[in-house]
């Protein structure tokens, strides 16, 4: 059973920088074609999660409106890992950020997305 695991996160002051971490943990029969980081904020439900940024084997980035300019995603293909670097951290970047991977198993049609634990970032002075 492959899972996606999350580290990195942190307190931090205003202005601060943290880099996120998810990697799969098991084996992958199949083919992680997009992965991505959201965030739920305080008090938000689950389906109010804010999609943070998302990359497409192949290089194509999608980022949130608020964090352009701030975030950036990469991935490491051969082990199944994506990166969020964040700098110029704000108050309202405080949230749960979660781990995403849409994989398609090896044979099949269907695409079966995994959501990691998440990890907290604070962003407070």
């Known amino acids: 059973q492959v899972q996606f695991v999350e580290s990195g996160g942190g307190s931090v002051q205003p202005g601060g920088s943290l880099r996120l971490s998810c990697a799969a943990s098991?084996?992958?029969?199949?083919?992680?074609?997009?992965m991505g980081w959201y965030r739920q904020a305080p008090g938000k439900e689950r389906k109010e999660r804010e999609l943070?940024?998302?990359?497409?084997?192949?290089?194509?980035?999608n980022y949130g409106d608020s964090v352009k300019g701030r975030f950036t995603i990469s991935e490491d293909n051969a082990v199944n890992t994506v990166y969020l670097q964040m700098i110029s951290l704000k108050p309202d970047d405080t949230a749960v950020y979660y781990c995403n991977a849409d994989v398609q198993p090896m044979g099949s049609e269907t695409i079966v997305r995994y959501w990691g634990q998440g990890t907290q970032v604070t962003v407070s002075s």
């Open positions: 943070v940024a998302s990359i497409i084997r192949g290089g194509d980035t």
């Open positions: 098991g084996s992958i029969i199949g083919s992680v074609y997009r």
